[in-house]
């Protein structure tokens, strides 16, 4: 498993609810989304996610905006 694949695996636990709600709105707040991941995974492991390449965080949105689509249909 790669690392965008597993971070995505967070951000869809940690955020999917959000999706079709009020704080959908908010999946676009940097504070929000720090706040939230790092509440969801410790602060030990957010500050390993959080020091990865932008494009490792691009690829695991993506794979999260996938899943969120199907929520949706």
């Known amino acids: 498993m790669t690392v965008s694949f597993e971070l995505a695996e967070h951000l869809i636990n940690c955020f999917l609810d959000d999706v079709g709600t009020e704080s959908e709105r908010k ?14 995974l ?10 990865l390449k932008e494009h490792v965080w691009k690829d695991a949105w ?6 969120a689509i199907n929520k949706n249909t």
């Open 42 to 51: 410790g602060d030990k492991n957010f500050d390993k996610y959080d020091a």
């Open 27 to 40: 999946l676009h707040e940097d504070n929000y989304i720090k706040k939230k991941l790092k509440k969801h």
């Open 62 to 67: 993506r794979e999260f905006d996938k899943v």
